[in-house]
């Protein structure tokens, strides 16, 4: 069991920068490979990024390559996503989700495969 959650979030001008956090309870956070979503209002949730247990496979959505960065601290039980460029259209609530995964360095793209998701944080891009 994992608890997950998010810090990092709010109300930025397009072009600026905001790096998320989400920080993980138990012991085991080096077991679980981690992933970062956002939905709008009436969509469905959407991949963003990923991550490896280890840190050493990292896999993005179409629309954030080249200007978001997932990052991992197992010390501290925390994963990040830096997040540059920002548009309008990344606002969004943000959330982090996890799966227990040491055999297979993913990706993992889709909701159904992750069994642990934090509250979400709020990400406001006004133009």
């Known amino acids: 069991q994992v608890q997950l959650v998010e810090s990092g979030g709010g109300l930025v001008q397009a072009g600026d920068s905001l790096r998320l956090s989400c920080a993980a309870s138990g012991r085991t956070f080096s077991s679980y490979a981690m992933g970062w979503f956002r939905q709008t209002p009436g969509k469905e949730r959407d991949f963003v990024a990923g991550?490896?247990?280890?840190?050493?496979?990292?896999y993005y959505a179409d629309s954030v390559k080249g200007r978001f960065t997932i990052s991992r601290d197992n010390a501290k039980n925390t994963v990040y996503l830096q997040m540059n460029s920002l548009k309008p259209e990344d606002t969004a609530i943000y959330y982090c989700?996890?799966?227990?995964?040491?055999?297979?360095?993913?990706?993992?793209?889709?909701?159904?495969?992750?069994?642990?998701w934090g509250q979400g944080t709020q990400v406001t891009v006004s133009s």
């Open positions: 989700a996890a799966r227990v995964s040491r055999s297979y360095s993913g990706p993992y793209y889709y909701t159904e495969d992750y069994n642990y």
């Open positions: 991550i490896s247990w280890s840190g050493g496979n990292t």
